[in-house]
């Protein structure tokens, strides 16, 4: 089975431009989460998505975040323009269901580490 | 004052020690627990979690919560060099996704 995959694993973009983030996750994983970490700070949860639709979006920090998943496969996550405080690394996790359990517990994928500059 | 409080290390001992990795939190609502060991350019990686209160044992590794206290425990006995990595504690509420992770502690076991 293949693991949760994201795209690029890294991205150096100059401030003001536009970076696309793309997450993968397992097959046949309704959930999607996207995560953050800036440097020095704990993982912070983004948002949540089952299948198509934002379940939970409380996390995004501000309206230069958009993300989408069309048709419940994969997301992308867009910066827009991109500032030099959303440099960090960006995880997108997947899950069965919603909530948690032990046949069910979140697959992190490796990250995209987005450097703004 | 932070959910979830973890001291970031970092912490090195000799092959062969028991480890100990501590949190406490501080949202009463939280009734998961779990533990990530992460190691460098990868994503975090389940190791073991917890319902409540109480102690789960996997191997050399064992997890401890105690809700009285809001305090979250993952001992390791005789570590490994390749248990050297970072390891983040986590808690979540029931029905969510939404993890709530400490800041991580990297962990070197020397050989």
């Known amino acids: 089975e293949a693991g949760v995959t994201q795209f690029p694993s890294h991205s150096v973009i100059e401030k003001g431009q536009t970076v696309t983030l793309r997450c993968d996750p397992i097959?046949?994983?309704?959930?999607l989460y996207w995560y953050r970490r800036v440097m020095g700070k704990e993982i912070k949860f983004l948002l949540h998505?089952?299948?198509?639709?934002?379940?939970?979006e409380s996390g995004m920090p501000n309206n230069r975040f958009l993300a989408e998943r069309t048709g419940g496969t994969y997301s992308t996550l867009k910066v827009q323009p991109a500032e030099l405080e959303d440099s960090g690394v960006y995880f997108c996790?997947?899950?069965?269901?919603?909530?948690?359990?032990?046949?069910?517990?979140?697959?992190f994928g490796n990250g995209t580490r987005l450097t703004v500059t | 004052q932070k959910e979830v409080e973890q001291d970031p290390g970092p912490l090195s001992v000799p092959e062969g020690a028991i480890v100990s990795l501590n949190c406490t939190y501080s949202?009463?609502?939280?009734?998961?627990f779990m533990w990530y060991r992460q190691y460098s350019r990868k994503g975090p990686e389940l190791l073991m979690y917890?319902?409540?209160?109480g102690n789960k044992e996997d191997g050399r590794f064992t997890a401890q919560v105690d809700k009285s206290s809001k305090y979250i425990s993952l001992f390791i006995r005789d570590s490994q060099p390749s248990d050297s990595a970072t390891y983040l504690c986590?808690?979540?509420?029931?029905?969510?996704?939404?993890?709530?992770f400490g800041q991580g502690t990297t962990l070197q076991v020397k050989p």
């Open positions: 917890t319902y409540s209160s």
């Open positions: 097959s046949g994983h309704d959930n």
């Open positions: 996790a997947s899950s069965q269901v919603a909530g948690w359990g032990y046949n069910s517990p979140l697959h």
């Open positions: 986590a808690a979540l509420r029931s029905n969510t996704g939404k993890l709530i």
């Open positions: 998505f089952v299948k198509e639709s934002k379940q939970d």
């Open positions: 949202n009463s609502a939280f009734q998961y």
